[in-house]
């Protein structure tokens, strides 16, 4: 159930969230599921968007780690508190994405500021190295 692809020279990888349970149900069937959702790291941005209720566009430069994150979530969907937000529709494959400066986001419609993302991904592993690939070392 691999949900990668390039496009042409536009050099955009495309990444599912990762969906289960009965909140994955829930969050697909308030049009906030795949069909309205994705995850899109191209050369300068990460763009997140989870149907009506969350969306974003991170500036590449802006991310400064990026890593699984082992805890299991219960709640589904996009919420949050002073800059750190979880978007999700399935409490496992979560990675987590720290910005530095935060940048704006939206939940909602209502604008929000992002310092640290973290996202339920269907392929965690190759999330975190696409985005990884970029990113200044140490």
């Known amino acids: 159930m691999e949900q990668r692809f390039h496009l042409g020279t536009l050099g955009v990888m495309k990444y599912a969230f990762r969906y289960d349970g009965l909140g994955g149900a829930i969050v697909r069937a308030v049009a906030m599921g795949p069909r309205f959702s994705s995850i899109e790291v191209t050369d300068t941005t990460l763009r997140v968007r989870m149907g009506w209720g969350f969306r ?19 709640s589904r969907g996009a919420h949050g508190w002073r800059g750190r937000w979880l978007v999700n ?31 339920s991904a269907a392929t965690p592993t190759e999330l975190i190295t696409a985005l990884a690939a970029t990113m200044p070392t140490a």
């Not at 974003?56 to 082992?70: E, F, K």
């Not at 399935?90 to 990675?95: F, N």
């Not at 940048?103 to 310092?115: A, K, Q, S």
């Open 56 to 74: 974003a566009t991170i500036p590449r430069a802006s991310i400064t780690s990026v890593a699984a994150d082992p805890r299991r979530m219960f």
């Open 89 to 119: 529709g399935s409490g496992k494959g979560l990675v987590t994405i720290t910005i530095d400066p935060p940048t704006r986001g939206f939940v909602i419609g209502f604008p929000i500021r992002l310092r640290t993302l973290t996202v």
